[in-house]
């Protein structure tokens, strides 16, 4: 069965520091979504993304992070300046159409930031 | 924005019982969900369920839309049940918005 990736599963970096996070949604799905889960709070949204460009986007998701579908694959997540509170899972999803169809999540990248 | 809360927020079971979770949402929403997140920390996919009453062997749901609720349902309840299950609801603001709840955390005991 088709299923969402991610990498890496877990990435550690210095404060300051710029990090990519990578996902290769479902294949024929063609609405993606990023969300962050600080460690024991609910899931987050962050933003969504359709036909190369931000759909919608939550207050969290400021100038610092962006997000990129740079092939027909790929599907990214940068944040500039990493902060300590930046620690947290985040998570890929994927969606085949517009209209609120299930969303298939990823197994997450676990970020920590010192 | 929307409020999603989940009730109730901790929940302790013995193998083989059964239980009832519940979703409240303050707005209109264009799609509802429940996960359950495993102590690994993979979300799981169990319903997706604007509206009506779904089954999937010892789980099923119901979600009341013009009520604002939806109920997860499991029976006979299992050690592998544990973990937290989320409900999301989805609205369209311009573009499609998941609002998650805090989320039930379920712990089945032998």
């Known amino acids: 069965e088709p299923e969402v990736t991610q990498t890496p599963s877990h990435q550690v970096t210095q404060m300051g520091q710029e990090v990519i996070l990578r996902c290769v949604p479902i294949?024929?799905?063609?609405?993606f979504y990023w969300y962050r889960q600080i460690l024991g709070q609910k899931v987050e949204f962050l933003v969504s993304f359709y036909n190369n460009e931000i759909s919608e986007k939550s207050e969290i998701f400021d100038d610092q992070f962006s997000v990129e579908r740079p092939d027909g694959s790929n599907f990214t997540l940068k944040i500039r300046s990493t902060k300590l509170e930046d620690s947290a899972m985040y998570f890929c999803a994927s969606t085949r159409g517009l209209a609120g169809e299930t969303q298939y999540f990823g197994p997450g990248t676990r970020l920590l930031v010192l | 924005g929307i409020q999603v809360e989940q009730s109730p927020p901790d929940l302790i079971l013995q193998e083989g019982a059964n239980s009832t979770l519940r979703c409240n949402f303050s707005?209109?929403?264009?799609?509802l969900q429940w996960f359950h997140q495993n102590p690994w920390g993979q979300l799981i996919n169990l319903f997706y369920?604007?509206?009506g009453t779904k089954q999937n062997g010892r789980l099923s749901a119901t979600t009341v839309a013009t009520e604002r609720y939806s109920l997860l349902y499991i029976s006979s309840s299992q050690t592998t049940d544990s973990g937290v299950y989320f409900c999301?609801?989805?609205?369209?603001?311009?573009?499609?918005?998941?609002?998650f709840g805090a989320g039930t955390r379920l712990f089945v005991k032998a």
């Open positions: 707005d209109s929403v264009n799609n």
């Open positions: 999301a609801v989805e609205r369209q603001t311009g573009g499609f918005k998941t609002i």
């Open positions: 369920i604007p509206s």
């Open positions: 294949s024929n799905h063609l609405y």
